[in-house]
């Protein structure tokens, strides 16, 4: 421990979240008929005493007296507070009883409440300078200590004074107060404290800023709960990805910045220089050349299926995992395409175009129930399996045909081939994935195959039907009404025309590829791709990994883990394993997994060890990135 640094931390609004006399107020005001007015003045005159425009002499007798409070409401009081403590003074534990000797708690609030909240934190009492409450007789409290320094100006750089500490003082606070005792020349540097509250004029007055005390012990290299303060990860979301990924990064402490539309080239190689994590949707790409400006970055996030606009072997050479929300959509294309079919067993399509042209054709003829039809799904995957159990739900009876061993779900029946199902059903759905080998899967001899009047979907993959075989086929007949969502070309913006082959054509259904468009799937993908996120750099599980080697990895304990990321060479682990042997570390725990082009090696120690363990791990050749996480 290093004896000549101390620490002088405040404690209204930095030891806690809260004023403790807005809080004493709540309490002793309630049931007053002025109760709501009151606290408002009690919160002005706060605030006032704060950034230093009223005395703080002044600001407390006025407070006092408009809280009308009692000996009786301290306890009530104290219990609320402690639960109010500062998350990071809560996670930071060891920090308190580490430096206990070294640590004093200087504030302008009362002792009768402060040193309960404190000192089961092993805050030491006899370090604790604070006012003190004067009580009548009837226990009414009616002013505070006269002799006591912290009720005049300046208050706080006097009590220091008057500590005659000889050694480095650094004051943590969020109030003005807490600037004069440096601005007195009695502390070193002044941290202005903003978990909590941030206030302009300390701010400006602050030598830093400390979003938390993670940051101040960062700053300092002490003992912490966290290997990195999470606010020092800057994420960068593009092309208005839904809030709700926005509050969830927030709300585990990262810095995030929103930017409502894409980035060319040039604007990302720039702004991507300091960030650790991007989200983005469809339109950025994140090129070799953005990748290579990428200093920091650990993820990129993408918020939609595909990462065709990702250069995924660039992010993999340079160590950085790529999440996406492949199954986030599922749900809404089963929906879309149940819709589609009971629209085509109808004629609807055909039916509603007549309509807006004033011609009403009302008959049964063509128009089916879907209950009791054979449903084919050519891929059983997330989506073709979940069709499976809704089409079954309304009585239909499904077929399906996967390119490799699935289990059939409810009552679904298997085909050993594609051409067995081809022949078996009334409707068929496609939904394959989009590999080369499935291009033109479907083309005029599978049509051929299909039974006399089937109706047809595909929401899967443009490429994989052949479009001119699909119009012949709905023109002679043999497919009699078709859902088509997805066109081997797309255009690339809504401005963009549309051209196909298919347009005009009877009983068929265009959609500009929006089977997975829903704000519910919106919503999914905004809360699928941060979790990912945040477990990745919490505990650098990979699983769903678009690049990584997937790897699920349990929550650390009481352990330190060593993340290794390098081009995937043999001989890796062991040299891991040779410099951890070398300087005597126990493992407890190693995962590696491997692709074609990396290799992720995750060890867990025990905390206890030297720092040129890292440098020595970080310079074992083809070490792509690493990093130690606690
Ligand atoms: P998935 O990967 O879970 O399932 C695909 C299944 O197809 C796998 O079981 C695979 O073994 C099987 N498969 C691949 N090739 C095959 C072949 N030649 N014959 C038989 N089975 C084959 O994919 P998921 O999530 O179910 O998505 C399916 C398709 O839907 C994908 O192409 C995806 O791009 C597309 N999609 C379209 C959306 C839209 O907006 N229209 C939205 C979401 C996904």
New binding site residues.
């Given amino acids: 421990m290093e004896n000549d640094k101390y620490f002088v931390i405040d404690f209204d609004s930095t030891f806690t979240k809260v004023e403790a006399l807005d809080i004493l107020a709540e309490i002793s005001l309630e049931g007053h008929p002025e109760k709501e007015d009151r606290i408002r003045q009690i919160k002005e005159i706060t605030d006032r005493g704060m950034d230093g425009s009223l005395s703080v002499k002044e600001s407390l007798l006025k407070r006092l007296q408009l809280l009308e409070a009692r000996r009786e409401h301290l306890d009530e009081l104290v219990s609320r507070l402690k639960n109010h403590v500062s998350e990071s003074f809560k996670r930071n534990k060891e920090f308190i009883p580490n430096f206990r000797d070294n640590i004093f708690i200087v504030s302008n609030g009362f002792r009768d409440f402060i040193e309960p909240v404190v000192t089961p934190y092993g805050i030491r009492p006899d370090h604790i300078h604070a006012n003190s409450f004067v009580f009548d007789e009837e226990g009414r409290i009616v002013g505070c200590d006269p002799e006591c320094l912290l009720t005049e100006n300046n208050g706080k750089a006097n009590q220091l004074r008057k500590l005659e500490i000889t050694g480095d003082v650094y004051v943590i606070g969020d109030g003005y107060t807490d600037y004069e005792i440096k601005a007195a020349g009695m502390a070193n540097s002044f941290y202005a404290f903003t978990e909590n509250v941030s206030r302009t004029n300390v701010i400006e007055k602050a030598d830093h800023v400390t979003p938390n005390l993670d940051e101040f012990l960062f700053l300092h290299n002490m003992v912490r709960a966290h290997s990195y303060p999470k606010h020092r990860i800057k994420i960068l979301l593009l092309e208005n990805i839904h809030p709700q990924a926005e509050k969830l990064l927030k709300e585990e402490g990262y810095s995030v910045e929103v930017h409502a539309g894409g980035l060319d080239e040039d604007e990302l190689c720039e702004r991507i220089k300091d960030v650790s994590v991007i989200g983005i949707r469809s339109k950025t790409n994140i090129t070799e050349k953005v990748i290579a400006h990428a200093n920091r970055l650990m993820v990129v996030g993408a918020f939609c ?1 595909g990462t065709n606009q990702i250069d995924l072997e660039a992010c993999s050479k340079k160590g950085i995992a790529v999440f996406n929300a ?2 986030s ?2 749900r809404s ?1 089963v929906e879309m395409a149940i819709g589609e079919i009971i629209l085509l067993m109808r004629n609807i399509p055909d039916k509603s175009v007549k309509m807006h042209a004033g011609d009403w054709d009302k008959s049964a003829k063509g128009s089916f129930e879907v209950r009791g039809k054979k449903l084919g799904i ?7 399996s979940q069709l499976s159990v809704l089409a079954e739900n309304m009585g239909m009876n499904v077929f399906y ?4 061993e ?1 289990l059939a779900l409810g009552n679904a029946t298997k085909c050993s081939s ?1 051409d067995e199902l081809l022949q078996t059903v009334d409707i068929i759905s496609l ?5 080369k080998s ?1 291009e033109n ?1 479907i083309s005029d001899r599978e049509f051929n195959l299909m039974k006399e009047g089937v109706v047809f979907l595909n ?3 443009g490429h994989v039907v052949d479009i001119p075989a699909l119009k012949k086929a709905i023109e002679s007949g043999k497919v009699r009404g078709a859902g088509i ?2 066109f081997p070309e797309e255009p690339k913006t809504n401005e963009d025309p549309f051209a196909s082959e298919l347009l005009g054509l009877p009983n068929t259904i265009l959609t500009p ?5 829903t704000l519910e799937a919106q919503e999914n993908i905004a809360s699928f791709v941060p979790n990912k996120i945040i477990d990745y750099i919490n505990t650098g599980s990979t699983t769903n990994s678009v690049n990584f080697p997937n790897l699920q990895l349990p929550r650390l304990e009481n352990a330190h883990r060593l993340i290794h990321v390098h081009l995937n060479t043999p001989g890796i682990l062991a040299s891991i394993n040779n410099i951890l042997a070398n300087h005597n570390i126990n493992i407890t725990g190693q995962y590696l997994k491997t692709n074609e082009i990396i290799g992720y090696v995750i060890t867990d120690i025990d905390k206890k060890y030297s720092e040129d363990v890292i440098k020595d791990l970080k310079s074992i050749k083809n070490t792509i990135k690493f990093r130690v996480l606690y």
Avoid: E, F, Q
């Fill in positions: 299926i492949p199954y959509n599922t294309v050519i891929g059983y995957g997330n989506i073709g045909y996967d390119a490799i699935k594609l939904h394959v994935d989009g590999r499935n899967m929401l899967s993959r969502d997805v590829h929006i089977g997975g468009s």
